[in-house]
């Protein structure tokens, strides 16, 4: 089989490495200053696990590469600008929103979306940053640069959070997992719950969407796509055209992973529908020190990235998987004084949806 050269060398391309070593598949992450002479890149497939980057020695080299998956639908997503005007354009139903072009703006765009503005740069920003949440007298602490290069959206009240990761194969055809809920607190994602049974008609209604894209970019890999839910049903919040963070249950939860799902749909390998047998819960391990007691839990598994800890930074997750529900919610309660105090809303939560499910 081809290797594979992912551009970005985050946890994202640690694991796509991880999911290829059983497969016999050589998966090479790279930063964005290595040198192209020391790649694999000719004979290699290339992915990414960042939807946009600088110019450099290897950027250039992978620009007219012929193997590059999605080459140009990476820029066309990271924006969100394109990205909510190609949603407009298959009539998928997003909040509504424009382009923040001047701040004279302000007084219609209030009179239109309501009291409370999210304001979101068009590019980059995630994790909670590039995002202002304003009301009509808080404009002015917004930076000068944003105009112009910034989205704003009406603030939507939703019900919950899902998340929808699917994969599509070079032939068109595609399978997905059940939709994921997800807890964001301070725009992080902290908590993810799924089950092998979601919402049915939230679920068909996700898919519906989430194949209008793929079909539309003839999109190769996998794609997550965030939701509201709402009255109305769901909502599209944003794309991100590679593996995910709400994916990451997939790697003790699902047949197949998301990662190994993504290997599989660029190299045109098979790509059957993954099973999954068990609800699964994921612990994102953000700003944290790794807690070696969180291992005397026999449902846990911890996936440490090797990072530098720091505030708000993502160094690791915690999957746990059991078709035993009160043993799942056991392990969770048993977490809570092993993690620090912010965690205990993000364990409630996901307790409170799996005694729902239960």
């Known amino acids: 089989m081809k290797p594979v050269c992912v551009l970005g060398n985050g946890q994202l391309g640690r694991m796509l490495r991880q999911a290829g070593e059983p497969l016999g598949i050589a998966v090479h992450p790279v930063g964005l200053d290595a040198e192209p002479a020391s790649l ?19 950027t250039r080299e992978l620009a007219s590469h012929p193997a590059f998956v999605n ?3 990476f820029p066309r997503l990271a924006d969100r600008l ?5 949603l407009d354009q298959l009539g998928l139903a997003t909040a509504p929103w424009q382009l923040l072009a001047d701040s004279s ?4 765009l209030f009179a239109r979306l309501g009291e409370l503005a999210i304001v979101k740069r068009r590019t980059g920003g995630y994790d909670g940053r590039g995002q202002w949440r304003l009301r009509a007298t808080e404009t002015a602490s917004l930076p000068a640069e944003c105009y112009g290069e910034c989205i704003v959206e009406q603030a939507i009240n939703f019900a919950g959070e899902v998340s929808l990761v699917g994969a599509r194969s070079q032939d068109g055809s595609m399978v997905f997992y059940p939709l994921t809920h997800n807890l964001h607190e301070a725009g992080i994602l902290r908590t993810s719950v799924a089950f ?4 049915a008609a939230l679920q068909q209604q996700a898919e519906a969407m989430l194949s209008a894209i793929m079909q539309e970019l003839e999109y190769v890999g996998v794609m997550a796509m965030e ?3 709402t009255p109305q049903g769901l909502l599209i919040n944003e794309l991100a055209p590679r593996v995910h963070n709400s994916g990451h249950w997939t790697q003790n939860g699902a047949s197949i992973s998301q990662f190994e799902l993504h290997l599989r749909a660029i190299l045109n390998l098979p790509l059957p529908q993954p099973v999954i047998m068990a609800p699964s819960v994921m612990i994102n391990l953000i700003g944290s020190e790794v807690n070696l007691a969180w291992l005397e839990q026999p449902l846990v598994h911890l996936h440490w990235y090797g990072k530098e800890v720091r505030p708000g930074r993502k160094v690791g997750h915690l999957n746990l998987t059991d078709s035993d529900l ?8 048993a977490l809570q004084p092993l ?20």
Request: glycine share 4%; with cysteine; proline share 9%.
């Open 105 to 108: 703006e302000w007084p219609a």
């Open 196 to 199: 092998p049974q979601a919402d």
């Open 40 to 58: 694999p890149i000719a004979a290699s497939v290339i992915t990414a696990e960042i939807e946009r980057w600088p110019e450099t020695a290897l």
């Open 326 to 333: 009160p043993r799942l919610e056991a392990s969770l309660h």
């Open 339 to 358: 993690l620090p105090a912010e965690y205990a809303s993000g364990l409630s939560w996901a307790t409170d949806k799996l005694h729902a499910s239960g």
């Open 82 to 86: 394109t990205q909510k005007q190609l």
């Open 227 to 229: 939701c509201f839910i």
């Open 71 to 73: 080459r140009d639908i």
